[in-house]
């Protein structure tokens, strides 16, 4: 039974002399939309009610309960990570088909449980499972990159997959006066991520932050 769409109104039923005759197709009216709110509902079972709790429907008890809904563990729209990339660049190694070295990250915040870092030198990021925006912003240059290179003035810096051994985001950080990248990604709970140059570059300012916020 659908909720109830037509009002029982109270035309028969104002005043001490209304007939109560008048007033049965109402009554009874009231009657089936309450048993059509109840029927809708099913069973409901409220106990103890708290501040900003909401009905829950609990299949195993086939009733609908008052439970407080938490918004961690990789929640939708108020989970944010901020993340410091820290040190100087790691040892080398190969990521996405190039010599690259990774950068050591740490959490300053972390909203949505969404970031867990580990890995030897605390350069691996897993998040959990859902589809992603990750904001860099402000890279800056702190030494000019290898003359031997293409491009002395830039260096290569990226946001890797480096289970599936692929770039998500990539750029370059041209001369001293930043860069900013801005990607999307979506993570099954169990890949590694990590941010890393290209090898054969100079060095880039550390200790500043970047975003990724879960879209869904």
Request: proline content about 4%; glycine content about 10%; some cysteine.
């Amino acid at each position: 039974m659908a909720w109830p769409t037509t009002d029982a109104t109270t035309t028969a039923l104002d005043s001490g002399t209304d007939d109560p005759n008048i007033a049965r197709p109402q009554i009874k009216l009231n009657i089936e939309n309450a048993n059509a709110m109840a029927n809708e509902f099913g069973t409901v079972d409220i106990t103890s009610p708290q501040n900003e709790q909401l009905l829950q429907y609990n299949s195993a008890a086939s009733k609908w309960v008052n439970a407080t809904v938490s918004t961690g563990g990789g929640a939708i729209g108020s989970s944010l990570s901020v993340l410091t990339i820290t040190g100087s660049p790691l040892s080398t190694e190969s990521i996405d088909g190039e010599f690259r070295n990774p950068y050591a990250i740490s959490e300053v915040s972390d909203t949505g449980s969404l970031v867990t870092i580990s890995g030897t030198n605390s350069d691996e990021m897993a998040f959990s499972s859902g589809t992603y925006e990750v904001l860099f912003a402000g890279m800056r240059m702190t030494a000019l990159g290898n003359p031997a290179s293409n491009d002395p003035d830039s260096i290569d810096v990226g946001f890797f997959n480096v289970t599936t051994n692929a770039a998500i985001i990539e750029s370059f950080c041209e001369g001293r006066t930043g860069a900013s990248m801005l990607g999307h990604f979506t993570s099954n709970g169990t890949d590694k991520f990590k941010f890393a140059t290209y090898s054969g570059d100079g060095t880039f300012s550390t200790d500043w932050n970047f975003h990724v916020i879960k879209l869904s």
